[in-house]
C-alpha cells in the first residue's frame, strides 16, 4: 500500500504546482464566516475559557471584507482515497455490518462553485463529491497499514452528487487524530468522473484548535490519548494553504455542524493526488 508524502514543506505537493490556487472560496450571498462558536454549558471551566479564546478570534475573522468569489486551495490526496462509488449522505456506519462509529456527529455541507474570469460564482450542480476521513482513534476503512487492517470495510467514506444549488451535505462524526497529522477530513470534487474531459479537485478541510481539545477530552476520543499534532505542526496545513480551510462549526443538538463553500477554477488543470512513497515512507495524509 502506498504511504503518504511526508509533512515537511519539502514533501508536500504545493498548490504553485497546480495552476497557481492559492485561496478560498467566499461565496457572494452565500457562505460567509460563521459567528463564533457557541460551547454548551456541560464544558468544564477550563475548556470554557479556551473556547472563548477561540470564539474571539472566530469573530475578528468575520469582521474581515468578504471578497466576491475567490479559488479554494488544492492540498494533496494521500494514500487512502478509494473510489467506492458509494452514494449516501449518513456515512457513519459500514455498509456491510451497519456498524455505526462512535463519535461526535458533525453535519458537514459543501456548497461548491465555478469561479469565473471576472470572479463571479456560478453553481456547479451535478458534480460527485466525495469526502474521507479517520475515526475517533485514527483509523481509516478500506485501506491496509502497519498498524491496521480494514480491507473491505467502508466507514466514514461517501459521496454525493450536488444540487442546482452546488450542495451536498454529509452526516459524519468530528475526526480523530494519528501520529504525524493534524485533524483533518479529505474531499475530492469530480465533474465527469472517468471522462477525458472531466475535472478533479482535491483538498482538505481543518478544524480550529480549541473545538478539537472540547471534542478530544470527551469518548471515545479521550481514549486515544494525548499527543496529538497541532495545526501548526502540520506541514500540509504550514504549506498548503490550511488556514483558508479551516472549518468553524457551531454546536447543535446533536453534535455540531459547519458548512464550507468551495470554489473550482475549471480552466486550471487538475492537480494529480501528491507523491507517495512506499510503506513507512512518512506520516499519513
Not at 94 to 115: A, C, H, I, M, N
Not at 150 to 177: C, H, M, N
Request: net charge negative.
Amino acid at each position: 500500500m502506498a504511504t503518504p508524502e511526508s509533512t515537511t514543506p519539502g514533501g508536500k505537493d504545493t498548490q504553485s504546482q497546480r495552476g497557481g490556487i492559492t485561496r478560498r472560496v467566499l461565496l457572494r450571498g452565500g457562505l460567509a464566516l460563521s459567528p463564533a462558536l457557541v460551547l454548551g454549558a456541560w464544558v468544564g471551566n477550563t475548556i470554557r475559557a479556551t473556547s472563548h479564546a477561540a470564539a474571539q478570534r472566530h469573530a475578528a475573522r468575520a469582521d474581515q471584507p468578504v471578497p466576491a468569489c475567490v479559488v479554494t486551495p488544492q492540498e494533496t490526496e494521500g494514500p487512502y482515497f478509494v473510489d467506492e462509488q458509494l452514494f449516501r449522505a449518513d456515512i457513519r456506519a459500514d455498509p456491510t455490518t451497519g456498524l455505526v462509529k462512535d463519535g461526535t456527529p458533525l453535519r458537514l455541507g459543501l456548497r461548491v462553485s465555478q469561479v469565473g474570469g471576472d470572479n463571479a460564482c456560478t453553481a456547479l450542480a451535478g458534480a460527485v463529491v466525495d469526502i474521507w476521513h479517520c475515526d475517533a482513534l485514527g483509523v481509516y476503512s478500506d485501506a491496509r497499514d502497519p498498524s491496521f487492517n480494514t480491507q473491505g470495510q467502508k466507514f466514514l467514506r461517501g459521496a454525493q452528487i450536488t444540487d442546482d444549488s452546488g450542495a451536498v451535505e454529509f452526516l459524519t462524526i468530528y475526526p480523530g487524530w494519528y501520529q504525524g497529522r493534524a485533524v483533518h477530513i479529505h474531499f475530492k470534487v469530480r465533474t465527469n468522473p472517468g471522462s477525458a474531459n472531466g475535472y478533479e479537485f482535491t483538498s482538505q478541510l481543518y478544524f480550529d484548535e480549541a473545538l478539537t481539545d472540547v471534542v478530544h477530552a470527551q469518548a471515545p476520543y479521550a481514549a486515544r490519548g494525548q499527543g496529538r499534532l497541532r495545526n501548526a505542526g502540520d506541514g500540509i496545513y504550514r504549506s498548503g494553504g490550511g488556514d483558508q480551510l479551516l472549518l468553524l462549526p457551531m454546536q447543535t443538538d446533536e453534535g455540531y455542524a459547519a458548512t464550507f463553500a468551495v470554489g473550482l477554477d475549471l480552466s486550471a488543470p487538475s492537480a494529480p493526488a501528491g507523491p507517495q512513497g512506499g510503506p513507512g515512507g512518512g506520516p499519513r495524509p
